[in-house]
């Protein structure tokens, strides 16, 4: 494991179990990879892992390219606000979810009720 080369990473690891280490080595990687972007494209898979933690790549961003520390209290604000987002668009996903489903249940009675019309069997 390289050791730390910001700050936030480092509070990040003070508080971090042995148990969740994978967390940490990601976030070694979003460090590395914004301090020294590769030029190989061959690391672009690491642009599909972003999406695993994306307000602590923001804070690596921040301190590594806007010269920017995010404090602890900071960073949790932070999280919370993006987790609100994240239940918001579950929320909006189950209410269009729900809705296309009974506008397919209603579609499918006035077919029933029309093949019925047409003497068809209910």
Request: aromatic letters at 10%; charged letters at 40%; glycine letters at 4%.
């Amino acid at each position: 494991m390289n050791e730390p080369r910001t700050q936030f990473v480092r509070n990040r690891l003070k508080q971090t179990s042995w148990d969740n280490r994978e967390y940490i080595e990601m976030l070694l990687v979003y460090e590395r990879m914004t301090i020294d972007p590769p030029r190989n494209v061959g690391y672009r898979f690491v642009d599909q892992r972003h999406n695993l933690y994306p307000v602590e790549l923001a804070c690596i961003e921040d301190e590594v390219l806007r010269g920017k520390i995010i404090t602890d209290k900071q960073f949790a604000r932070r999280l919370e606000k993006h987790q609100q987002r994240k239940r918001e668009e579950a929320e909006e996903a189950g209410r269009k979810m729900a809705e296309e489903f009974w506008s397919r249940q209603r579609e499918l009675e006035q077919k029933r009720e029309k093949w019925t019309k047409l003497g068809g069997k209910p």
